[in-house]
Every structure is written in C-alpha cells, then in structure tokens.
C-alpha cells in the first residue's frame, strides 16, 4: 500500500510540474510575437486558455491594463496546491 501511495505521490507531483512548466513557457512566449497557427504555440495556448480564462473571470483585479498578472497568480496557486497535496499524501504513510 505504501508503495501505491509514493507513486501516485509522485504522479501527482509530476502532474503539477509539468503544468507549471507549461505555464511558465506560455508566459515567455506571451513575450514576443508568436505565430498563432504555430503548433507549439497553439498547444500552449490550448492547455492554459481555460483555466487562466476562469482565474480572470473569478478575480478580474488581475489584468491591469496591458499586464495580465493571472498567470503568476496560477502558478502561486499550483504551487500550494502541490505542497498540500504532496504533504497530504506523505503523511499518509506515516
């Protein structure tokens, strides 16, 4: 059992980082001008779009003016989310 926990721990975990990977690239693409039929950049845009649109619509205070600060929003928010998360799940198998 205790197994089972540490990998869906680390599943889990795995999960978390690559998101915020993802998010952190979408940022830094955000940056310059992207070519909006690149594939890449559709991915991106396709994997953060939703969640980022549902921050922004639930706390419109982040967007000033040009700046759109959800993103940095999002990713303090995964990262508490995967320490909870992480914590929870390692103290289970104590």
């Given at each position: 059992?205790?197994?089972?926990?540490?990998?869906?721990?680390?599943?889990?975990?795995?999960?978390?980082?690559?998101?915020?990977?993802?998010?952190?690239?979408?940022?830094?693409?955000?940056?310059?001008?992207?070519?909006?039929?690149?594939?890449?950049?559709?991915?991106?845009?396709?994997?953060t779009d939703p969640v980022l649109y549902?921050?922004?619509?639930?706390?419109?205070?982040?967007q000033a003016g040009t700046f759109d600060?959800?993103?940095?929003?999002?990713?303090?928010?995964?990262?508490?989310?995967?320490?909870?998360?992480?914590s929870f799940l390692y103290q289970l198998?104590?």
């Open positions: 059992m205790n197994v089972l926990i540490v990998a869906i721990a680390r599943i889990i975990d795995l999960a978390f980082s690559i998101y915020i990977f993802i998010i952190v690239a979408r940022a830094l693409v955000s940056w310059v001008n992207p070519d909006p039929y690149n594939s890449i950049v559709r991915f991106l845009h396709s994997a549902r921050l922004r619509r639930l706390l419109p205070f982040l600060f959800s993103p940095i929003a999002l990713l303090i928010l995964l990262s508490v989310l995967q320490q909870m998360i992480a198998l104590q």
